[in-house]
Each structure stands twice: as structure tokens, then as C-alpha cells.
């Protein structure tokens, strides 16, 4: 791996879909639209635009970075598998950040962050401190005297997972394959399969 990694790092995780390329040890690339849904047919071509406008292709890149959530539960499904695909067919590793994670890039530790669950609730995470994220109907009684981080913006998600997983790479360490992270079921759920019929 070079010490100053070509990183790919996108994100659909909610109602945008942002890419973002590191290289050199700076963003290079940045890209983010705004989309209700459409994620997982814009997503390749979005990329494939971003990185033939900054001069790289595919076979450049040396690791990819894929927001993992929390948020909305199709989304994120969306960019784990094409992280899990793009890993696979390039050789190159893949690396899950938790968008609560990256919104709190580059702010000092401890500090916590939020993010909108709907129906009421909020995820949040505290940063420095040991524990998973958690979801609250209270997050104003959550650790009040701690820094908080600004609220997500899809411009800054990308540039921000991909200078996470650049500072993970360096580090050496074995890096597990990006997983979804889920805090409930989805809100619609496939039909199941109809019971075989049988003949006489």
C-alpha cells in the first residue's frame, strides 16, 4: 500500500448520493446530489463522471470507502454492496465509516454526534469515549456539556470518510469488510415467498 493512498469514498445513506477521491494526501474530487431515491442507478455513473474529470480511472485506486449508516436502511445497502463489489473486483480493501463518525471528522475529542432517526428519535454517538452509537427520543439530555458535531452535509460526508479510512490504512492493522449498521428493520419488507403448491 502507498504511503499516500488513492482512496475512493462514497455515500447513500439518506436522501443524497456523494463521492469523493483522495489522493496525495488531499480531496482531489468531490461530488454530492441531492436525490430522494435513484441512488443505485446514479451512484456508478456518478463516480465513473468524478473520476474521469480528475484524470484517474479504476485500476488507480488502492483502497474504498463507504458510508455504513446509520440512516435510511435501502441506501445503505446500496453503497455497502457496491463498496463489497468494487473491493472484490479491484483487489483493493474496502472500509466501513459510520457517518456519525464522519460528520465529527477533525473535531476534538470527546464529543458527540447526532443525526436524525425520524419518528421522533436521533442517533448519536459519542466520539473518544468507548461505546457503540445508540438511538434516543432525548438527545438534549445527552452528555449537554459535551462539543456536539454539525449536523450532517452530503458535501462534506465524503471527503470526510475518505480521510478516515486513508488515517485507517496507515495504521496497519487488519480492516474488516463493511457491514450496515442497522439500528431497526426497514420500514418495508419483501414479500416472502408463496408456499409450494402441491399436485396431486
Known amino acids: ?5 488513492t482512496i475512493l469514498a462514497f455515500d447513500t445513506s ?3 448520493c456523494a463521492a469523493a477521491l483522495l489522493s496525495g494526501g488531499r480531496i482531489v474530487a468531490a461530488t454530492a446530489e441531492e436525490m430522494g431515491r435513484g441512488q443505485a442507478e446514479r ?8 473520476l474521469a474529470g480528475a484524470g484517474f480511472a479504476w485500476r488507480d485506486l488502492d483502497a474504498v470507502a463507504v458510508g455504513i449508516g446509520p440512516g435510511n436502511f435501502t441506501g445503505i445497502r446500496i453503497s455497502v454492496a457496491a463498496a463489497r463489489g468494487l473491493a472484490l473486483g479491484l483487489g483493493v480493501p474496502a472500509i466501513g465509516v459510520s457517518t456519525l463518525e464522519a460528520q465529527a471528522e477533525g473535531m476534538a475529542r470527546p464529543c458527540l454526534s447526532l443525526a436524525d432517526a425520524r ?5 448519536a454517538l459519542v466520539l473518544g469515549e468507548d461505546g ?8 438534549d439530555a445527552l452528555r449537554p456539556e459535551m462539543p456536539r458535531a454539525p449536523m450532517a452535509d452530503p458535501a462534506t460526508l465524503a471527503p470526510a470518510m475518505a480521510r478516515i479510512a486513508a488515517a ?6 487488519p480492516l474488516p469488510r463493511p457491514a450496515p449498521l442497522y439500528f431497526r428493520s426497514a420500514d418495508a419488507a419483501p414479500p416472502k415467498d408463496p408456499a409450494p403448491v402441491i399436485l396431486p
Open 14 to 16: 439518506a436522501a443524497h
Open 119 to 123: 419518528r421522533g428519535m436521533t442517533y
Open 132 to 139: 457503540p452509537p445508540v438511538m434516543t427520543d432525548a438527545p
Open 1 to 5: 500500500m502507498p504511503s499516500d493512498p
Open 43 to 50: 451512484l456508478m455513473p456518478m463516480i465513473e463522471e468524478m
Open 168 to 173: 485507517r490504512l496507515a495504521l496497519g492493522a
